[in-house]
């Protein structure tokens, strides 16, 4: 027996979470057990006969990386009982999105139906660099009790498996120390920005957490510095589709410029995926509030109202400029405000001019003074006694409890 009672339900478990699939042979190649749910009904007669073809060409079976194009595997041999086995990992995929035509260029689809090569597509893992690296890693100390470092797989001269054309470019994807997956796909992105667009906190929030790790080309050899770069990208296109979705121009810029002087003060690539996601949730949120403002059947005077308080809401906004704009008299445009709205306009004021405040206490280093300052109440201690009205806790109260740093 190859493996111990404990390292085969070890080696289930993993398979169960990471779903890359698992193959031991022994010293003549022939399968002794195998962690794997093809997704079609005879992979027994296919799969494992691939599987063979890959460990029979490999020069090197003790230890060895080894890529085909969008697909990669890892193989490694171990001792059991003075007797060799190989562990062979994979095949484990680049990329999640394939059209048919494109499933043909995969190594194991030789031969196989249409609907047998989807299925099993379906089922084989995407995997970043890092994860590779990680697996490879727990497989190794598991069954050898040691392991290459992290930066030895990450810098490991992998075997090609074809001679193609594309061989220079896989290379290229495993020279950089990121992930392989080096940018998230169109697809995935568009996924996110819909949301967005649709104000939609819920599909947003298990959007992200069906998607791998999200990664922004290549733009600099400093993990951080391209991450920042990326995260500064996707801002400006959260912002663009937040304001299709309905959010008030200014007010989406503004927010915008607040993320990502945040971003600017972050130290670690954790912080800032972090940061980047609640940005998105926090356009997301707006949107979703401006929608449903957007709902109630105002009239042209109190939308127009509305938008004005929206884009002046640094400023003193008085009844009397208001009633100009609107071009009534203040006290019928009091009383139709409230009739419609269900608030007075001071209070409606204030509720936008807290919510506001709230963004640039969490998301930016201001002073309560520069932010009392900018949102132009009468004083520090003013600002800090209305917010403390409204939200029942004090401005520092709020930054320490809601800060992202």
């Given at each position: 027996?190859?493996?111990?009672?404990?390292?085969?339900?070890?080696?289930?478990?993993?398979?169960?979470?990471?779903?890359?699939?698992?193959?031991?042979?022994?010293?003549?190649?022939?399968?002794?057990?195998?962690?794997?749910?093809?997704?079609?009904?005879?992979?027994?007669?296919?799969?494992?006969?691939?599987?063979?073809?890959?460990?029979?060409?490999?020069?090197?079976?003790?230890?060895?990386?080894?890529?085909?194009?969008?697909?990669?595997?890892?193989?490694?041999?171990?001792?059991?009982?003075?007797?060799?086995?190989?562990?062979?990992?994979?095949?484990?995929?680049?990329?999640?999105?394939?059209?048919?035509?494109?499933?043909?260029?995969?190594?194991?689809?030789?031969?196989?139906?249409?609907?047998?090569?989807?299925?099993?597509?379906?089922?084989?893992?995407?995997?970043?660099?890092?994860?590779?690296?990680?697996?490879?890693?727990?497989?190794?100390?598991?069954?050898?009790?040691?392991?290459?470092?992290?930066?030895?797989?990450?810098?490991?001269?992998?075997?090609?498996?074809?001679?193609?054309?594309?061989?220079?470019?896989?290379?290229?994807?495993?020279?950089?120390?990121?992930?392989?997956?080096?940018?998230?796909?169109?697809?995935?992105?568009?996924?996110?920005?819909?949301?967005?667009?649709?104000?939609?906190?819920?599909?947003?929030?298990?959007?992200?957490?069906?998607?791998?790790?999200?990664?922004?080309?290549?733009?600099?050899?400093?993990?951080?510095?391209q991450f920042f770069y990326g995260c500064?990208?996707?801002?400006?296109?959260v912002t663009r589709y937040?304001?299709?979705?309905?959010?008030?121009?200014?007010?989406?810029?503004?927010?915008?410029?607040?993320?990502?002087?945040?971003?600017?003060?972050?130290?670690?690539?954790?912080?800032?995926?972090?940061?980047?996601?609640?940005?998105?949730?926090?356009?997301?949120?707006?949107?979703?509030?401006?929608?449903?403002?957007?709902?109630?059947?105002?009239?042209?005077?109190?939308?127009?109202?509305?938008?004005?308080?929206?884009?002046?809401?640094?400023?003193?906004?008085?009844?009397?400029?208001?009633?100009?704009?609107?071009?009534?008299?203040?006290?019928?445009?009091?009383?139709?405000?409230?009739?419609?709205?269900?608030?007075?306009?001071?209070?409606?004021?204030?509720?936008?001019?807290?919510?506001?405040?709230?963004?640039?206490?969490?998301?930016?280093?201001?002073?309560?003074?520069?932010?009392?300052?900018?949102?132009?109440?009468?004083?520090?201690?003013?600002?800090?006694?209305?917010?403390?009205?409204?939200?029942?806790?004090?401005?520092?109260?709020?930054?320490?409890?809601?800060?992202?740093?």
């Amino acid at each position: 027996m190859c493996l111990t009672l404990s390292e085969k339900l070890i080696m289930e478990e993993l398979y169960e979470y990471n779903r890359i699939p698992l193959w031991i042979f022994d010293k003549n190649a022939e399968l002794c057990t195998c962690f794997f749910s093809g997704g079609f009904r005879n992979f027994n007669a296919v799969f494992p006969s691939h599987m063979k073809s890959i460990l029979t060409r490999t020069a090197d079976v003790t230890f060895d990386v080894l890529c085909y194009e969008n697909e990669l595997y890892y193989l490694f041999s171990f001792e059991r009982n003075a007797e060799t086995f190989y562990l062979l990992g994979g095949p484990m995929l680049l990329s999640g999105f394939y059209h048919t035509a494109q499933m043909r260029t995969l190594s194991f689809s030789k031969d196989m139906p249409a609907e047998a090569l989807k299925s099993l597509v379906e089922n084989l893992p995407v995997i970043s660099f890092t994860s590779f690296s990680s697996c490879l890693r727990i497989m190794m100390l598991l069954l050898k009790n040691d392991a290459p470092e992290i930066d030895e797989i990450n810098n490991y001269k992998f075997s090609a498996l074809g001679d193609t054309l594309d061989r220079m470019f896989v290379y290229e994807l495993f020279e950089n120390n990121e992930d392989a997956r080096i940018h998230t796909s169109y697809i995935q992105e568009l996924a996110v920005l819909q949301c967005v667009k649709d104000g939609d906190t819920a599909r947003l929030q298990s959007t992200y957490k069906t998607l791998p790790q999200i990664k922004y080309g290549n733009m600099s050899n400093d993990p951080l510095k391209q991450f920042f770069y990326g995260c500064i990208a996707n801002t400006t296109l959260v912002t663009r589709y937040a304001i299709e979705g309905g959010l008030e121009e200014e007010a989406a810029f503004t927010l915008s410029d607040i993320y990502i002087k945040r971003m600017e003060n972050f130290r670690t690539l954790y912080e800032l995926n972090l940061l980047n996601e609640k940005m998105a949730l926090d356009f997301t949120s707006r949107v979703s509030k401006a929608k449903a403002l957007k709902q109630f059947n105002y009239t042209k005077t109190v939308k127009k109202c509305i938008d004005y308080i929206s884009r002046s809401i640094h400023q003193k906004i008085t009844l009397d400029a208001l009633a100009k704009e609107a071009n009534l008299t203040p006290k019928y445009l009091s009383a139709l405000f409230k009739k419609e709205t269900g608030q007075t306009l001071s209070a409606f004021i204030m509720d936008k001019k807290i919510n506001e405040a709230k963004t640039l206490l969490a998301y930016s280093d201001h002073s309560y003074f520069h932010i009392s300052d900018y949102l132009s109440f009468y004083s520090q201690s003013h600002f800090i006694a209305v917010f403390k009205k409204y939200v029942e806790m004090t401005p520092k109260e709020y930054r320490e409890k809601y800060g992202s740093r």
